[in-house]
Structures are given as C-alpha cells and as structure tokens.
C-alpha cells in the first residue's frame, strides 16, 4: 500500500471550511484514496473514497490531483460535531479487510 | 438503511471470567463481517472477519474466538479473559471483495479486564 503523509493536526472556525490534506506521491494507478474518521470514544467513520475523479457526497468533498499524488478532503461548514481526527487510506480495492490506519490529522473545530 | 448494533456498551470483567461480545446488523443481506481491536491510544487490529455463515478467518493469533450463527449476527468469544484483552472492541461490515474497505462500525464495546 502507498505510504501517506497527514500533518498531525489542524484548526477550523465553526462554519468555514475544513480542507485536510493527504500526500500520497508513491500511490500507484490502481489504488484508491480512503477516508475514515474517528470521534473520540467512537468507532470509525466511512467518509468517503476516489480513484482519480472529484467525488462528493453528503458529509464531503474529495479531490484528488491530476498526477494522484495528493488529495483533500473537504468539509464544506465545519461543525463542533466534526471535531475528529481523520485518516487517509491508499489501498486496492480487492487487497485484504484489515483497515490500518496511520497517525491521522486532529482536527480542532472551534466555535 | 442499514445499522449495526453492539452491545454491551461497557464491559468491566474479572482475569479468567468468560466473554461474549455479540454484534447484529441490519438492513443488509450476506455482508462481511469483522471484529477490530482498538488498544488505548493505538491503531486498529483486525481480529476476525467472517464472508458467510460459518465462515471466520482469524488475523491473530489469541484467547479470543469469533462465531457467525446467522447471517448478519456475529459474536466475539474468551473463555479465560487476560489483562491484555482490554480494549475497545469494534464491529464492522462491509459488503462483498471489491467494497471489503468501505467499512461501517457499530458503536463499541469497551472492556476493561481487572
């Protein structure tokens, strides 16, 4: 699987939008671009997931670079519930269950 | 749409008491269906995952055993607890191979061995 890099943590005011980053330069043609978060104290969340397209979906936007060598998940109005820390998966569709995620960013929404 | 429950939702049990922790999903038909780990501040694990009726694959090797007597129910097993067996215990499914990464969690057991 590609390795990602997520800075470990970020700040947003409520209402604006959160654009988190994720590198995944050595990402190769058939991998896609996961992203999960987790609430304290709960379990992980499916946010959403791409190949190479901009996909959007009721909780967020995801866009992926031309070159797929990085991408961004946006929260369109940040709300205090969406206060998590947010991680960013590469992987091929059909290699394995066992979802492992890294350090993720933290991200602080404040009123 | 579809939910999953898990219970119970905090679990507090002597070293060398049993367990059961048991998992039920709704709304889906023949789903994946997976046990995870989550120690205090670490990374998931995948314990078990189950494709069918029966059908359990284990990740690690532990004092743990997982069972699938129903389509969407699945259970997680010790006969003797260990102090190393507290953790968050989370279950999740999926649907078929090609969507087995887009997974959906329950709420969470948190055990605490004593």
């Known amino acids: 699987d590609a390795k990602t890099t997520q800075p470990p943590s970020m700040d947003c005011a409520e209402g604006r939008a959160a654009n988190l980053p994720c590198n995944h330069s050595t990402i190769s043609g058939n991998e896609y671009v996961y992203w999960y978060r987790q609430i304290h104290s709960q379990g992980p969340q499916y946010i959403i997931h791409?190949?190479?397209n901009n996909e959007t979906n009721e909780m967020a936007s995801l866009i992926i670079t031309e070159d797929r060598k990085s991408s961004t998940l946006i929260l369109p109005h940040a709300t205090l519930r969406d206060t998590a820390v947010y991680y960013c998966i590469v992987r091929k569709t059909n290699s394995g269950y066992a979802l492992n995620f890294g350090k993720g960013t933290s991200l602080l929404v404040t009123p | 749409s579809q939910t999953i429950h898990q219970w119970p939702a905090t679990l507090v049990q002597p070293v060398g008491s049993p367990l059961s922790l048991e998992c039920t999903v709704e709304g889906t038909s023949n789903p994946n269906l997976y046990w995870y780990r989550q120690a205090a501040g670490r990374g998931l694990q995948l314990l078990f995952y189950s494709v069918g009726i029966g059908q359990i694959s284990s990740e690690v090797p532990q004092n743990l055993s997982a069972s699938r007597p129903q389509d969407r129910q699945f259970i997680l097993s010790s006969k003797k607890l260990l102090l190393s067996d507290s953790g968050f215990y989370l279950c999740a499914w999926s649907l078929g191979l090609a969507s087995s990464y887009e997974q959906y969690f329950g709420p969470g057991t948190r055990l605490t061995v004593t």
């Open positions: 791409g190949l190479k």
